[in-house]
């Protein structure tokens, strides 16, 4: 068993707190070696979903139409939804710390 040290957990949860936005700028990376796939396109698809529900009342041509008002596409966001890290080296955010 692995305990992780304070400084991971706390990466961690700052990695699951950034906003798309931040995401899309490039503050996190996107877990391309996932080690469980199957989960992590159950996960973005259960996101999308909550996000289309909640912003479009369920309505994906309204939602996509709501995205592109930000010049995104739910093809553009839809790996966001899913793992990312925080990048080796990189600083956490004021106030994560």
Do not use: C, Y
Not at 47 to 66: C, M, N, P, Y
């Amino acid at each position: 068993m692995t305990i992780a040290s304070p400084d991971s957990t706390l990466i961690g949860i700052v990695a699951k707190a950034i906003t798309l936005r931040e995401r899309l700028a490039g503050m996190l990376m996107l877990d391309i070696t996932t080690n469980h796939p199957a989960q992590n396109e159950q996960n973005i698809n259960a996101r999308l979903q909550r996000w289309v529900d909640s912003a479009a009342k369920g309505d994906v041509t309204k939602f996509a139409r709501r995205l592109a008002w930000d010049r995104l596409t739910v093809a553009a966001v839809r790996p966001w939804l899913g793992d990312v890290h925080w990048p080796i080296g990189t600083p956490l955010p004021r106030g994560a710390g």
